[in-house]
């Protein structure tokens, strides 16, 4: 096979270098392209670009503003190859990750598979806090990408994998963000293809946010899932429900302490717990551990209400998602 990489990029030169790097550090020995697009960035990366052309067989695009999954579409386009590796510009990758990605292709090929993401020891405090509540088992990590015992995986955009057959069969990602990537792993089983966990082809995945961006982006998560759900009812799962009703439970947990038992609201402080002491195992520090705490919160939360408005707004009022949220809608 020959691989392209798709890196759609939008005002982050950095992240841009630093996943160049990691590129051209690889030890697949067989040729490989890298398509970068420019999505309307008014800080654009052409001259970071440039200086990895020697390194790298690499192009470049710049075009208007219309969102990720539109220039992975457009780039997808350009490509020569014949099967699609999607990045964020915000990853960084081991150096093993495309050979990782060929042997797996080679003893169970797949038309789309994904991979889990991982926190580097330089990565920031509070990054390595969001990477754990976004990856542990004890969270949604499970349901995000850390397993694949709750049914058929649908891999995520920022680290996944397509055949040039399935992008030509499906159209490539829709207009809807976030959510384009589940809503494309759908699409592709109505058309009879599968999608797979590659575990060990993982990336480093650098989200450059703060705690306020960190709520919009799971909030917005939140709310796009009951519309897939109008979308594709037939893969509605229960799980979806989880940081909802874990709200839902906290608040009736709380008022049951005041008028009858405080049990309810000591099993929530013993999870809670838990997820202090595994965070701080698994990054051997307190701080990240309490830092896991809070993201833990803020994700429960601000997924759980976006959730539930959404639900409410396009499953029970019956409201055109476009009209109901249009800021999860791209124009093309």
């Known amino acids: 096979m020959y691989f392209s990489f798709i890196i759609p990029v939008y005002n982050r030169p950095d992240e841009i270098e630093e996943l160049l790097e990691s590129l051209s550090g690889q030890t697949y020995s067989k040729e490989f392209e890298v398509v970068v697009v420019e999505d309307g960035s008014s800080i654009p990366c052409g001259h970071i670009i440039d200086s990895f ?16 999954g539109d220039s992975r579409n457009f780039g997808m386009h350009q490509a020569k190859g014949d099967y699609f590796l999607i990045l964020d510009s915000d990853c960084i990758l081991p150096d093993t990750y495309l050979q990782s990605v060929a042997e797996n292709l080679e003893r169970e090929y797949v038309d789309c598979f994904g991979g889990p993401d991982n926190a580097l020891d330089s990565f920031s405090d509070v990054q390595k806090a969001i990477n754990f509540t976004m990856t542990s088992f004890l969270t949604t990590g499970g349901v995000r990408g850390g397993s694949e015992k709750i049914g058929r995986f649908q891999p995520r955009s920022f680290n996944m994998g397509l055949s040039k057959k399935g992008f030509e ?15 494309l792993s759908i699409r592709l089983w109505e058309l009879g293809f599968d999608s797979k966990l590659f575990r060990d082809s993982y990336v480093y995945h650098k989200r450059r946010i703060d705690w306020s961006k960190f709520y919009k982006q ?14 594709y009812p037939k893969y509605k ?16 947990s709380v008022i049951l302490a005041f008028f009858l038992t405080p049990v309810f609201l000591f099993l929530y402080a013993f999870y809670f717990v838990l997820i202090f002491v595994f965070g701080a195992i698994s990054n051997s520090s307190l701080k990240i551990g309490f830092l896991s705490l809070i993201a833990c919160i803020i994700q429960f939360y601000g997924y759980g209400i ?3 408005k959404s639900f409410i707004k396009v499953s029970l009022l019956k409201q055109k998602p476009e009209a109901a949220f249009p800021g999860l809608f791209f124009k093309k």
């Open 53 to 68: 052309k020697d390194q790298l067989t690499i192009s470049y695009y710049f075009k208007p503003n219309s969102g990720p």
């Open 169 to 183: 069969a499906t159209g490539g990602f829709g207009n809807i963000h976030p959510g384009e990537d589940p809503d």
């Open 218 to 231: 799971v909030n917005k998560f939140g709310k796009a899932r009951p519309i897939l759900d109008s979308w």
């Open 237 to 252: 799962k229960l799980t979806f429900w989880f940081p909802t009703l874990f709200l839902i439970g906290f608040a009736v």
């Open 306 to 308: 976006g959730f539930l």
